[in-house]
């Protein structure tokens, strides 16, 4: 899973907002994707390569990298996972 | 107020007399009773607000935009109280209220920064022919129009960089671009505060397709819509279905719910294959970013 992000999606200054969310909790990223549902969900999505980079095609037309499904999954999914406010 | 303020009102309702008597006059009469009165240079003037002059005809008319927002105002209160809230923020769900939407980020609605040109160009050596570019060059031209006729944004087209060779041109804040994703979507872009690198418009082969059940204009016209920060307008509680769903959080409500707005997917016999900016797009787009910038009489120092 974790390979998607070494293709660039999060990395370097242009990060999402849900990658600097990743990274100050790496602990909810690594929860959320040891969970067989969420590997499974992520795996169902369509993707497309831009630049090298991995995305995932949400709502049709949106781009989203890992850690935007992720979160999105997560906080879907697995609010209880989330970290406090 | 300006002379042509004045000689507006008055033509208006010299234009149509009968126009005075449909309208609502309690307002009207309540405050040509109520305010002060002041002579100038032979003319007298209302005192509206504490220091805005109207004549006559100007407060007819200053009267009916106060009973409308007003009403507006009364409107959204009892939506509120009924538990139909305009906002859904992060950890907060506030159901059944539905319409053109903004983003959030920190609790504030998503936007370009005023007095920002949304510069573009059309990647001319990524497109397979140069038919396909002048057709997309061609329909980015009328889509950037519609919005700015429609809300306060600037498009320009810098078709200087077009025949750049690389993907990331110094000069433009997006590229609109050719990339085969083997159908996956029809065009795609990306919002405002998506990280500066995916600041693209990607065009599908799927675009030219003499299949292509949409308007191409509109696709663009919806694409823009996401450049502007607005989502999409199928993934409220009340649409269809079998409209594509979505997560909903950190967005805003900007007008009620529109089954023919731009930002609405063709989805349970609803949304419009021509994606056309409808009234209530404007009027959601408005309250983002103000009227269109031709609507203003610039002054300056």
Not at chain 1, 26 to 44: G, R
Not at chain 2, 145 to 171: I, M, N, Q
Not at chain 2, 261 to 266: L, T
């Amino acid at each position: 899973m974790y390979n998607r992000e070494v293709n660039g999606a999060g990395q370097g200054s242009n990060l999402s907002a849900e990658s600097l969310l990743s990274q100050r909790h790496p602990n909810v990223k690594d929860a959320v994707c040891s969970l067989p549902e969420y590997q499974q969900w992520v795996q169902s999505l369509p993707e497309v390569v831009v630049d090298d980079v991995t995305y995932y095609v949400r709502g049709g037309d949106m781009l989203k990298d890992f850690d935007q499904v992720l979160w999105e999954w997560t906080r879907k999914n697995r609010p209880d996972l989330l970290p406090p406010e | 107020m300006p002379e042509t303020d004045k000689s507006l009102a008055r033509a208006l309702l010299e234009s149509s007399p009968a126009l005075k008597e449909r309208m609502e006059t309690n307002l009207y009469e309540h405050l040509r009773n109520r305010l002060r009165k002041v002579q100038i240079d032979g003319e007298s003037y209302y005192i509206a607000e504490g220091d805005t002059l109207l004549d006559e005809d100007q407060l007819f008319f200053y009267a009916q935009q106060r009973q409308a927002y007003e009403k507006q105002l009364r409107a959204d209160k009892a939506a509120t109280d009924a538990g139909l809230g305009l906002m859904r923020l992060m950890g907060v769900t506030v159901t059944g209220e539905r319409g053109l939407m903004g983003q959030l980020q920190g609790g504030k609605i998503v936007r370009w920064a005023p007095g920002v040109a949304l510069s573009y160009c059309v990647l001319k050596s990524t497109f397979p022919s140069n038919e396909q570019y002048v057709k997309v060059g061609a329909a980015m031209s009328e889509a950037t129009k519609a919005w700015e006729a429609a809300c306060g944004v600037a498009f320009e087209y810098k078709a200087d960089l077009d025949d750049s060779e690389t993907v990331r041109p110094e000069g433009v804040l997006f590229t609109v671009r050719f990339l085969d994703t083997g159908g996956t979507f029809l065009a795609a872009a990306f919002f405002p505060n998506d990280p500066p690198d995916r600041r693209r418009v990607l065009i599908d082969p799927s675009y030219f397709s003499p299949d292509l059940k949409f308007d191409p204009v509109g696709i663009l016209r919806h694409e823009l819509g996401h450049v502007l920060g607005f989502r999409h307008e199928h993934i409220r509680s009340g649409a269809p279905p079998n409209c594509p769903d979505e997560d909903t959080t950190d967005t805003i409500d900007l007008t009620q719910y529109d089954p023919k707005s731009v930002m609405h997917y063709f989805c349970g016999d609803l949304g419009s294959k021509t994606l056309e900016i409808t009234d209530m797009d404007k009027a959601g787009a408005q309250k983002v970013y103000g009227l269109p910038l031709n609507s203003f009489q610039l002054v300056g120092p």
